[in-house]
Each structure stands twice: as structure tokens, then as C-alpha cells.
């Protein structure tokens, strides 16, 4: 029971019954709202996208140099023989 009196006492929450002595509640209305398009969010999806195509820009790279590099050798090798 005393442990249940302790913990309401120290309630990280003021306002709350039994909140940190000394602490007053406060008025904080929710912002209003300028505009229904959240530009963030838009920001970050075009980010994605830009990061995906030069993932994929980048491995055909890669991709398009080591065959480049095969077929060199396998010329060079031909030539030889």
C-alpha cells in the first residue's frame, strides 16, 4: 500500500491527482492546420524515389562494367589462341 501512495505521489504527470508539488497546468491548443498537404511527407517520398533510382543506375552500372570486363577477356583470350 505504501508503494502504491509513493507512486502516485511522484506521477511524472502534473495535473494529474497526487502530480509534483509546485507545478501548474497549462493551456496548449492544438496548432491550426494551414494546409491538408503535408510537405514533408511529399519531400520524403520523392527523396525515395530519387535514392531507388540511383540504386538501380548504380547496379547497372556495375552490372554493365564487369560484363564489358568479360567480354574484353574472353576477346582477348580468343585472339590469343
Not at 503535408?38 to 547496379?59: D, P, R, S, T
Request: proline share 7%; no cysteine; net charge negative.
Amino acid at each position: 500500500m505504501a508503494r502504491h501512495r509513493a507512486a502516485r505521489r511522484l506521477s511524472p504527470l502534473p495535473g494529474l491527482r497526487g502530480g509534483p508539488a509546485g507545478l501548474v497546468d497549462i493551456s496548449s491548443p492544438p496548432p491550426t492546420e494551414g494546409s491538408t498537404v503535408n510537405w514533408l511527407n511529399i519531400f520524403y517520398a520523392v527523396e525515395w524515389a530519387i535514392f531507388a533510382g540511383f540504386a538501380f543506375y548504380m547496379w547497372y552500372r556495375l552490372a554493365r562494367d564487369s560484363w564489358e570486363r568479360e567480354v574484353e577477356d574472353f576477346e582477348e583470350a580468343r585472339a590469343a589462341a
